[in-house]
């Protein structure tokens, strides 16, 4: 007989609550170990050895958001994974304003090898090949790649733009007042040498595509305030001046365009940056982004400030570098003025203070114009004060302003109505003074409120300054930060909303065309 076992006793309630606890954490350790495991080896399959993309956070807004005017040095930077590098690098460029990608060169060597990276681009632009009468015929180039001379070509045998590739070989914008509305020019010159230069100067802000599916903004090369300036007149047996017969051509020809009836023309960006180009044009093709100077002779209907980009004017006189910039003591005039006296509407307070500071000792306050050196005696003038005043004529702006930022003689703004420039990224109360017309017009007002600004106060303005002037440098080639680059990253700025807009208004096309 077999004796029987004894059983043991179990333990206590509280020590088996103990040994349950420890096993149930146990297998959750085991888990999520596990898991950690399997997640750290996708994450190093999927990241390459180098990563190649760098996010810049901007660390001046003060001064201007970087890639959309150039990236500034002395931004503080943070490595992100190189996987999926073109859509994280777009999303940047075109979500947070605060956050940027820095110029971005295509590797691989080859061909691609120092060219603009078009996936990394904060825009991508397809421009259209319009007839040289539209542009660079207007400079006498013709089609046949040369820098101004006429060449016999045939049509199948003519280039579709001159030759980017030498910057003493374009066809050149003609001097004078002309100048001040070239921005269309300097636009065209850097979209067509976007794929090809090779210094890194150029910031990938801006790149040209040659698919239109894949275009962010569809650029119309159109020359509008040089066609105004040149071709508005009527000539002999004429019944219609060249100028209004572009005009009816673009119109025609944008019209027709499946690019542009897509969206009604919203994606287009055009140039009609003199107050006075296409006029008969500009409310058919309201509908596009304009690089305006004003909105002084625009209906809000037309141009605003939600759709449309104000672009700097070129200045004229010549610009001063920092070393030759004289200071406070080495100029000797307060306030300077030239140019016409008498103007309409809300130019009228130029008459006022004309007849309140014509007889101060240390205030220029003259007529002048273009002629008899007048743009030589503007730039000794305004080099030679303190202040420049930059007060409203026939429209609310002028070229004055920026004459006196290449001059770094601080602009005093009298216009009640001015847009200016990138004033979403740059602070202009840091180096101009700004002044309203009732007030400016009160006997006395303005010379209390300019003599009471210290020179310690208008130092930090004027080296305030010296720091922003290459914002308003326009030039071929192009650089980071200045004109060219700045108005880019105005369009991409504006160009965010659009396509919000515009994707909001396709969200049912598919099902509105079934029913």
């Given at each position: 007989m077999v004796g029987e076992r004894k059983m043991q006793p179990l333990p206590p309630p509280e020590h088996r609550r103990a040994l349950r606890f420890v096993a149930f954490l146990?297998?959750?350790?085991?888990?999520?170990?596990?898991?950690?495991?399997?997640?750290?080896?996708?994450?190093?399959?999927?990241?390459?050895?180098?990563?190649?993309?760098?996010?810049?956070?901007?660390?001046?807004?003060?001064?201007?958001?970087?890639?959309?005017?150039?990236?500034?040095?002395?931004?503080?930077?943070?490595?992100?994974?190189?996987?999926?590098?073109?859509?994280?690098?777009?999303?940047?460029?075109?979500?947070?304003?605060?956050?940027?990608?820095?110029?971005?060169?295509?590797?691989?060597?080859?061909?691609?090898?120092?060219?603009?990276?078009?996936?990394?681009?904060?825009?991508?632009?397809?421009?259209?090949?319009?007839?040289?009468?539209?542009?660079?015929?207007?400079?006498?180039?013709?089609?046949?790649?040369?820098?101004?001379?006429r060449k016999t070509k045939t049509k199948a045998a003519a280039a579709a733009w001159p030759d980017v590739g030498d910057p003493r070989a374009v066809p050149h914008y003609p001097g004078g007042l002309n100048l001040q509305h070239s921005v269309a020019y300097w636009l065209t010159l850097d979209i067509l040498s976007s794929t090809t230069t090779t210094t890194t100067e150029r910031p990938c802000i801006a790149v040209r595509v040659t698919n239109a599916s894949q275009a962010d903004v569809f650029f119309v090369p159109f020359f509008a305030s040089l066609s105004y300036n040149r071709h508005s007149k009527l000539r002999h047996g004429e019944k219609a001046s060249?100028?209004?017969?572009?005009?009816?051509?673009?119109?025609?020809?944008?019209?027709?365009?499946?690019?542009?009836?897509?969206?009604?023309?919203?994606?287009?960006?055009?140039?009609?940056?003199?107050?006075?180009?296409?006029?008969?044009?500009?409310?058919?093709?309201?509908?596009?982004?304009?690089?305006?100077?004003?909105?002084?002779?625009?209906?809000?209907?037309?141009?605003?400030?939600?759709?449309?980009?104000?672009?700097?004017?070129?200045?004229?006189?010549?610009?001063?570098?920092?070393?030759?910039?004289?200071?406070?003591?080495?100029?000797?005039?307060?306030?300077?003025?030239?140019?016409?006296?008498?103007?309409?509407?809300?130019?009228?307070?130029?008459?006022?203070?004309?007849?309140?500071?014509?007889?101060?000792?240390?205030?220029?306050?003259?007529?002048?114009?273009?002629?008899?050196?007048?743009?030589?005696?503007?730039?000794?003038?305004?080099?030679?004060?303190?202040?420049?005043?930059?007060?409203?004529?026939?429209?609310?702006?002028?070229?004055r302003l920026f004459d006196a930022i290449a001059s770094h003689c601080v602009p005093v703004v009298v216009s009640d109505d001015i847009e200016l420039p990138f004033e979403d990224v740059l602070d202009y109360s840091e180096f101009c003074v700004f002044v309203r017309a009732a007030d400016a017009a009160k006997k006395g007002f303005l010379l209390r409120l300019l003599r009471g600004i210290s020179r310690d106060e208008w130092t930090v303005m004027w080296g305030r300054l010296k720091e922003v002037a290459r914002h308003f440098e326009?030039?071929?080639?192009?650089?980071?930060?200045?004109?060219?680059?700045?108005?880019?990253?105005?369009?991409?700025r504006k160009m965010h909303n659009v396509k919000l807009q515009l994707h909001k208004r396709g969200r049912f096309q598919r099902t509105a065309s079934e029913s």
């Open positions: 146990a297998v959750s350790l085991l888990a999520f170990s596990c898991w950690a495991l399997v997640n750290s080896r996708i994450s190093d399959a999927s990241m390459p050895a180098d990563p190649a993309v760098v996010l810049v956070r901007d660390a001046d807004t003060a001064t201007l958001t970087p890639a959309l005017a150039g990236v500034e040095e002395g931004t503080a930077a943070a490595a992100v994974p190189a996987g999926g590098a073109a859509t994280a690098a777009r999303a940047a460029n075109l979500s947070d304003p605060a956050i940027r990608e820095p110029p971005r060169l295509a590797g691989g060597g080859g061909e691609g090898e120092g060219r603009c990276d078009a996936d990394a681009a904060a825009l991508r632009v397809y421009v259209y090949d319009l007839p040289p009468e539209f542009h660079f015929g207007m400079l006498g180039w013709d089609g046949g790649g040369g820098g101004g001379k060249t100028n209004r017969v572009l005009q009816a051509e673009l119109v025609k020809h944008l019209s027709r365009k499946e690019t542009w009836r897509r969206w009604g023309g919203r994606d287009h960006l055009i140039v009609p940056h003199h107050p006075n180009s296409m006029m008969e044009a500009r409310k058919r093709l309201s509908a596009a982004m304009f690089v305006l100077s004003d909105f002084g002779r625009y209906s809000p209907d037309v141009a605003n400030l939600k759709k449309d980009v104000i672009a700097p004017y070129k200045h004229v006189v010549r610009s001063l570098a920092d070393h030759e910039s004289p200071a406070f003591d080495q100029r000797p005039i307060l306030a300077y003025f030239q140019g016409a006296i008498h103007r309409k509407a809300g130019g009228k307070v130029r008459q006022k203070l004309y007849q309140m500071l014509k007889d101060e000792r240390d205030v220029r306050f003259s007529y002048g114009s273009v002629r008899q050196n007048g743009i030589r005696r503007a730039t000794a003038g305004m080099s030679a004060s303190k202040f420049c005043l930059n007060i409203a004529g026939d429209t609310p702006s002028s070229n326009y030039q071929y080639p192009s650089r980071r930060g200045d004109a060219v680059q700045m108005v880019w990253g105005a369009v991409a």
